[in-house]
């Protein structure tokens, strides 16, 4: 199975501040890594598809760019409502495989 | 709007049975792969299952095979998971997703439904 290794697990970071959440693949996937918001007691979101691509009604300050097997997603002005739970999967390879989490909270 | 709503979980003891079923309205569901993705408490994401579109071909992670049997009724628009001989290592919240295979993959998820295998 491919490893997906997520980081940091936890992040406090102040409003309008720029956040960068890692993800490293255990090989190379190509680009078909996916990033997911997911709010407490909420269904998970799709943020970012195929690594790089914003899925359609998520705000602009979202973004992924990926170089080899490190991908990273970052949010350019941290906003309130982007406080969540933040994660990773790989769907190059079966079985799809998950980061461990990355939860963002206010400094 | 894409909406998947599950059902069915709750508490079973060790070596009991439990079936959940998730409900998907706003999409053609019988055009698209669907599965099961669960996370224990305090533990990562892991894939449990999928089923293609048709219903004719069913995969599974190893810790479940023989145990958990995934299918679906695209009459209904509705998935299920069987799960038989439950370990307290399942105990999770079950999570029912879209899988738009091969291209983006779990696009849509559920709110999930907590299963607790305990004596």
Redesign the interface.
């Known amino acids: 199975d491919i490893q997906v290794t997520q980081s940091p697990s936890s992040l406090l970071a102040s409003l309008g501040e720029r956040v960068t959440i890692t993800c490293q693949t255990s090989q190379s996937i190509s680009n078909n890594l996916n990033w997911y918001q997911q709010k407490p007691g909420q269904a998970p979101m799709l943020l970012i598809y195929y690594a790089t691509s914003l899925q359609t009604g998520m705000p602009s300050r979202f973004s992924g760019q990926y170089s080899g097997r490190s991908f990273t997603l970052t949010i350019t002005s941290l906003e309130p409502e982007d406080i969540a739970n933040y994660f990773c999967l790989q769907h190059y390879s079966a079985p799809w495989t998950f980061g461990g989490g990355t939860k963002l909270e206010l400094k | 709007e894409v909406q ?1 709503v599950e059902s069915g979980g709750g508490l079973v003891q060790p070596g009991r049975s439990l079936k959940l079923s998730c409900a998907a309205s706003g999409f053609t569901f019988s055009n698209y792969y669907m599965a099961w993705v669960r996370q224990a408490p305090t533990k ?4 449990v299952a999928s089923i293609t579109n048709s219903g004719g071909s069913t ?1 599974y ?1 190893d810790s479940v095979k023989g145990r958990f049997t995934i299918s679906r009724d695209n009459a209904k628009s509705t998935l299920y998971l069987q799960m038989d001989s439950l370990r307290s290592e399942d105990t999770a919240t079950y ?1 029912c997703t879209r899988e738009d295979y091969p291209g ?9 439904v907590m299963v607790t295998v305990s004596s």
């Open positions: 998947l990562g994401l892991e894939w995969y992670r999570y983006i993959t779990l696009d849509y998820w559920g709110q999930g």
